[in-house]
Each structure stands twice: as structure tokens, then as C-alpha cells.
């Protein structure tokens, strides 16, 4: 059993399968040309291919296929409501629901919206909980609008991250909402600790330990042992920023977490002049440098969406278009490269 990649990019959607162990890579496409795809994924419940598909002339859109990418279906039905008052800008992150509900599909997008379908991504429905959340006035977009990009869905709970308007959980399937913020620093804005209005830039839920989440945030990495009742911050004891968009996990455990740090908010490169990923084998107490393969030097970004894990191995594409892999316990293998902008990675089984 191998590993398929869906890369979403700017120019289309590429599928790399190939063996993190052995190195060994064979790209396909594009896929999808003229739709900057902001992120795809294979559903493990029946391996129909997802891709949040964007176009500056049809705006935000979805695309579906059975085949993997061989044909496609374009959902017409994705909107907001008329009185709303608000437009649909972009589609960022898909999700699939659990096994136990065939058919469940997420989806998020600017301006800070979640739809949902039951019936494989053919349809949608936007959710009022969101749409019409108490604090939505509060809510401020970040520098690539105001996205939904993370979606986490569990028995009894789903999560979403909003930026700039911070994390937030339901227990009722997504009728009503409750801001999931408590100790998570906005730095920018006048009150330190807001009850909403910061800027997660990736939140995931661990999938053996559902009540542990983990967020990169514009203001530092965190991580809850609660569903996000409490947050503890976890930088500053071995990361060189703070700051950066991508986060991936470990499935086989939970102590076990990757992330990418970038200088800052006012310059998003790589930290020291370096393409380094970050790996924590104990919750986060201390996080050490794993760079075997990759460039000394290299100015590099990558996209919150950009980076996955599996029982493999770890995966990531950079904005100037390389893909990078490495099974858990070696180095890193530039996999593809000059590939346009990467918009996001993520991991199925391939055969």
C-alpha cells in the first residue's frame, strides 16, 4: 500500500503517488487547469476526490469525481443566502464527516462561512449557526480574507477555525456555537485575550484523543486537553517563532505534533534562512529541528493548508512549487518541484 498526495495549487490540482520509504514519485497532472484549488482531499469512506476549486470569473466553487480526477462534477449550488447581505468569495477547506454518517461533507470558506451536505458534495446547505453567530460583528478578515479553513469533526463535537475570528465548537451538529478561545493571545488587537477575534491559522483535533486539539495561531502554538475549554501555549521552548500557518499530527499519537515557523507577520519566510520542519514528541514541552535533506538556505513559505501526516510518513509543498516527504525516521526527499504555488497537501492510501 502506497501514498497518494492531493496537491491543490494555483494552477490546478496535481495527484503524486508514490512511497514515502523508497522515495520513488510519479506525478499526475494538471487536473483541473484554470481553478486555483485551495484544498483537496480523497474521502476514506468511499474515495471520491473533494477540491475547494476557485476562478476569478466563476468565484468560489466545488468539484467532485469518482474516478480520481479522470471527470469531474462542478456543484452549482453553492451560495449564501439573500438576505445575508453576504457573497461567497472563496471556498478553502472540505472535510468529511465521520463513517458512522455516508454522504456527510463540510465545507468552509471567506467570509468566515461552513456549509454542509449529506449527500457527497452534490449539494449544499449553509449553516446559520455560523452564519449568524452573536460575536460575527466582532469578527475581522486576516490577510487572506476571512476564511474558514479548519473544519474537525468528531462523535459529539465538531470545530471550526476562523480567521480573524478564532476557534470555535459545536455539540448539537452545528446548530449553535461557542467560541473556544480562553488563553489565546491576539497581540493586535487593544484587549490581549478576546473573547473572539483571533487569528488560528490551523487548528486539528488529534483522531485517537478527540478531546486534545492543537492550533498553529498567528500568536504562538497551542494545544488543549479539554475540546478547547483551555489552551496552553507551547513556543518559546525550542521553536524559533511563534508565528506560522502549517500544522500536521501524528495519527498513532497524540504527544506528537510538526510545524513549519515562519520570521513573522511582517516577514512570512522560513525561520533563520532555513526550510525547517519542527517535530515535539512530548505535547509540546520541547520541540527539536528535523532538516536531514532539506536546503540549508531557503527563503521559503508554506500555506496553512500545505502539510500532512500519516502512518507513512510527513508531507509538505512550499509556495515556490517543491514537494517535500519523509518517512518518520529519515530524511527529506524533494519529491516534485516547479509545480505552481502549493496551496495544500494531504495524504490517502494509494494502491
Not at 487548528?203 to 485517537?208: E, I, K, Q, S
Request: glycine residues 14%.
Amino acid at each position: 500500500m502506497g501514498v497518494l498526495l492531493s496537491i491543490g495549487t494555483r494552477k490546478g490540482l496535481f495527484l503524486l503517488s508514490g512511497d514515502a520509504e523508497d522515495g520513488h514519485w510519479q506525478l499526475e497532472g494538471p487536473l483541473l487547469p484554470g481553478w486555483s484549488v485551495y484544498h483537496a482531499v480523497v474521502d476514506p469512506r468511499d474515495n471520491v476526490l473533494y477540491a475547494c476549486s476557485n476562478n476569478w470569473v466563476y468565484g468560489g466553487s466545488f468539484h467532485r469525481s469518482s474516478d480520481l480526477g479522470k471527470t469531474w462534477e462542478r456543484t452549482e449550488e453553492v451560495g449564501l443566502p439573500e438576505e445575508s447581505g453576504l457573497k461567497l468569495a472563496a471556498t478553502w477547506h472540505v472535510e468529511p464527516g465521520r463513517r458512522s454518517e455516508p454522504g456527510d461533507v463540510w465545507l468552509g470558506g471567506d467570509p468566515g462561512v461552513l456549509f454542509r451536505s449529506s449527500d457527497g458534495g452534490k449539494t449544499w446547505e449553509a449553516n446559520q449557526g455560523i452564519l449568524e453567530h452573536p460575536t460575527r460583528e466582532k469578527w475581522q478578515p486576516g490577510a487572506g480574507g476571512m476564511c474558514c479553513h479548519s473544519i474537525q469533526v468528531a462523535d459529539g463535537a465538531v470545530y471550526v477555525g476562523i480567521s480573524a475570528a478564532g476557534a470555535f465548537r459545536s455539540d448539537d451538529g452545528g446548530e449553535t456555537w461557542a467560541p473556544i478561545n480562553a488563553n489565546v493571545a491576539a497581540d493586535f488587537l487593544p484587549e490581549k485575550y478576546p473573547e473572539v477575534g483571533q487569528c488560528v491559522h490551523k487548528l486539528l483535533m488529534h483522531p485517537g484523543r478527540p478531546e486534545r486539539l492543537w492550533q498553529q495561531n498567528h500568536c504562538g502554538v497551542y494545544r488543549s486537553d479539554d475540546r478547547g475549554e483551555s489552551w496552553e501555549r507551547l513556543d518559546g521552548n525550542g521553536l524559533p517563532s511563534g508565528f506560522g500557518f502549517p500544522l500536521a499530527l501524528e495519527p498513532e499519537s497524540p504527544d506528537v505534533a510538526y510545524v513549519i515557523p515562519e520570521e513573522s507577520a511582517e516577514n512570512r519566510v522560513t525561520s533563520d534562512g532555513r526550510l525547517g520542519v519542527y517535530r515535539t514528541g512530548d505535547g509540546g514541552a520541547t520541540w527539536e529541528l528535523w532538516s536531514d535533506g532539506l536546503p540549508d538556505q531557503a527563503w521559503a513559505a508554506v500555506m496553512r493548508e500545505g502539510f500532512a501526516s500519516d502512518e507513512n510518513g510527513v508531507y509538505f509543498g512550499t509556495q515556490s512549487g517543491s514537494v517535500w516527504t519523509a518517512p518518520r525516521s529519515g530524511g527529506w526527499t524533494e519529491a516534485a518541484r516547479d509545480l505552481p504555488p502549493i496551496l495544500s497537501v494531504e495524504a490517502a492510501e494509494w494502491s
